[in-house]
């Protein structure tokens, strides 16, 4: 398994799309946020997708690191990016108080119109439209 600091850019934007999409999709059944807590598996995905939230984060601001700041805030504003940076930093540092409406407002609002624009992110790179921040 290769580590996170060897992953190149598409690669990092791929993967995180892959994470996004997993938590979307393994929430699809949960209809309103209390379902989260009626059972210990419906716990066990609360936890998971709230984990794959914090990853997407992480990733997203690894990728803003790496171009500098360049690419994400700039060409892409219909996103709060700052504010899926500090959903990110929350997670990791105040998990006990994660509220899961907000995650699933974050599953059923926020995600799939970030997946829309990480495959355009995508789809722009690809074209060379970002030439100036070569892919690893």
Known sequence: MRSMSDMGLLERLRFLTMKAEQAVNRTEDIKEFRQFLVSP?????FD???LRIQVVGE????IDDMTGGRILCPCYPEIPWRSVFGMRNFISHEYCMVDPEE????????LPYLIETLHRIIAD???GIHSEIPPR
Not at 41 to 45: S, V
Not at 59 to 62: F, G, I
Not at 103 to 109: A, C, L, P, S, T
């Open 41 to 45: 598996e419906a716990m066990d995905l």
């Open 48 to 50: 998971a997708t709230t």
């Open 59 to 62: 990733m997203l601001k690894q």
């Open 103 to 110: 995650i699933f407002n974050v599953v059923k609002e926020d």
């Open 125 to 127: 790179f690809e074209a």
